[in-house]
């Protein structure tokens, strides 16, 4: 690699510099390459190591790097596509679905989840647990709230405890006509349990996609589904094939 000296630009040097890596990142690295050290990067842009550290803090609340423990500093993978306001048609579950079950809870619902689903505080939800992963790193998790009306023949002998109990509760789910989703979502920050799961902090910024599933004029089950915001992108329509990367001149599709 040559050396690259920066020159005098209004913007804040570190700003700069953030574009200039974000370059080298396109053109030099690949996904999960390791990073030179600080000293070797400061060298070759000729900055002060307190510059280098503001760009690549930047870089990182932006997902284009990992900071991970006994590893270093390493290019972050692609984003996942996070499916808002498209005409998908299917359970949670379904063929394609690429969460993974990892728990389940039958127990009487919280307050606001109660008035989600439109069902009383006695009545038994089903609490599935499901993760997501990306390139071997977290990137979602989610808690899927399912009626004990909404799967009225799911059997305990079917379904004893843990990961079994998650996947038939979605099968029974999926035996219903599925009438609509309706999808919101906001910026949050991690709570202690999400930031556990996702492997962050508590407090890192979040995506929290609140999804209805509609089936016999009601609410069937209600997601509640986080992702780390350095790893999603939200994508409108079918096929969310649209990428922007870092400039705007580099679009594909």
Same mark, same amino acid.
């Given at each position: ?40 990067? @400061?060298?070759?842009?000729? $900055?002060? =190591?307190?510059?280098? %550290?503001?760009? *690549? !803090?930047?870089? &990182?609340?932006?997902?284009? +790097? ?97 990961? @079994?109990?998650?996947?038939? $509760?979605? =099968?029974?789910?999926? %035996?219903?006509? *599925? !009438?609509?989703? &309706?999808?919101?979502?906001? +910026? ?66």
């Amino acid at each position: 690699m040559g050396t690259t000296q920066l020159e005098s630009v209004p913007e804040p040097k570190y700003w700069h510099l953030k574009t200039v890596l974000s370059e080298a990142l396109d053109s030099e690295f690949s996904v999960g390459e390791i990073l030179p050290n600080e000293r070797d990067l @400061a060298a070759r842009f000729g $900055v002060a =190591r307190a510059t280098l %550290r503001q760009a *690549l !803090e930047q870089l &990182e609340l932006e997902g284009r +790097l990992q900071r991970r423990r006994g590893v270093g500093t390493t290019v972050a993978p692609p984003r996942v596509g996070v499916a808002v306001g498209t005409e998908q048609h299917a359970w949670p579950g379904a063929s394609g679905d690429v969460w993974q079950a990892v728990d389940c809870t039958p127990a009487a619902p919280p307050a606001a989840v109660a008035a989600a689903l439109e069902t009383g505080l006695e009545e038994t939800v089903y609490t599935v647990r499901r993760s997501r992963v990306s390139h071997g790193q977290p990137v979602a998790a989610e808690l899927l709230y399912v009626p004990e009306s909404s799967v009225p023949d799911l059997s305990a002998i079917d379904a004893p405890s843990g990961p @079994a109990r998650a996947r038939a $509760v979605l =099968r029974e789910l999926q %035996r219903l006509e *599925l !009438e609509g989703r &309706e999808s919101a979502v906001e +910026l949050g920050s991690a709570r202690a349990d999400d930031a556990r799961e996702l492997d962050r902090l508590p407090g890192a910024p979040v995506l929290v996609v609140t999804t209805r599933f509609l089936a016999d004029g009601r609410t069937a089950a209600l997601s509640v589904a986080t992702y780390r915001a350095d790893t999603c992108r939200l994508t409108f329509g079918d096929s969310g094939g649209v990428e922007i990367h870092q400039g705007p001149e580099r679009q594909a599709s």
